[in-house]
């Protein structure tokens, strides 16, 4: 799974921690915002879910820096955890730098993930498995550290509105720049 793109794996960490995030009713599908500036890495992503009519939850923060307003690292909200999540978060945040960004990565980007099929959910934990394997320092290794390097992108003159990428339930993707969130998500 080398060279994958950083909106795919945000939507897999979103889809290891999916049953974390179904409490109570139907989950309709899962948000994840970010924002970066050309040449630096992404400083914040959020997670949301959406619910039947229209209700919304902010799932958790993640921060690569601290300030006094947040901590660095996940910061969870409205009762939600998952240890999936924090994990899979944590590791895309801190090795920015392995996942391309898109070329138009300085806008606003959301990335829209539906329920998962299994396929999906298996395609996910194979990736897990496979960046904890690789994490994993051989003997005598010292480990890599934490530090964050600047991702890759391009540059386009496109328009300056938001980005969507609409996940599928089949894991198709579909591009949206209409830059309107609340509108459909599956095409």
Known sequence: MKNMEFDKSLEFAVILAWRDLVAGDQLLSARVEYESRRGM??????????????????????????????????RFSN???????????????????QFPRPADAWRPHFVLVQPPLAELVAQAAAWMAEIQAAAKPAAGTPAKGGRLASSRHGSNGAASGPRITTITANGSCVADRSGFPGGPWCR
């Open 79 to 97: 009762n939600y955890h998952s240890d999936r999540l924090t994990t899979a978060l944590d590791f895309i945040m801190k090795n920015q730098d």
């Open 41 to 74: 890495p992404v400083d914040l992503v959020t997670v949301w879910t959406f619910r039947s009519w229209g209700y919304q939850d902010r799932v958790c923060d993640y921060w690569t820096s601290a300030s006094p307003a947040h901590p660095m690292g996940v």
